[in-house]
């Protein structure tokens, strides 16, 4: 199976879910993360604001602003993600796929090796580690940044959870993959 099918085949069984399940499964997600040492021990996080078809990261963005976490959001930019500070009160305006995302306004993060755990959304994982994007390589080009050296973590619903992936050069394996 090609990436492209793969990623049209899990898209499908993602749509059959219903917000309650896409609720239930967001926050049994989130719940994993917050009990680990990782997530507890952390000052700088990078999350992502949640497109209707992916786990939604509310919560740890709720606790780790709760908790005086630095927060990072991606925006994209052109064929980039640029990574900026959050800040809820300031910062928030519907981007490219009418997500909200920090403004211009929020500070860009000026160094990746600030960043002490990433949470990444994807199309699919495996439980090796392998994580199938939506083709546009953003995650992929970021993922690759050698200032980038902390655990990366994939997170998604169970049905997003697949066998194999066909892997390429360029695909950064993920130290853990969450579903629920």
Known sequence: MTKQE??????????RLNDAQRDTQSLYACLQILGTAEWQQSQTVLLYAALPDEVSLQLLIDDAMGSGK???LPVVKGDTLELRVYD??????KGKYQILEPTDQCPLLSD??????????GRAFTRRGHRLGRGKGYYDRLLTDPAL???LWGVGFTCQLVRFIPVDEWDVKLNKVIVS
């Open 6 to 15: 793969l990623r049209q085949q899990v898209a499908q069984q993602v749509r």
């Open 70 to 72: 630095c927060v990072i």
């Open 88 to 93: 809820p009160q300031h910062c928030e305006v």
């Open 112 to 121: 990746l090796s600030d960043i002490d755990l990433a949470i990444i959304p």
């Open 149 to 151: 050296h902390c655990p």
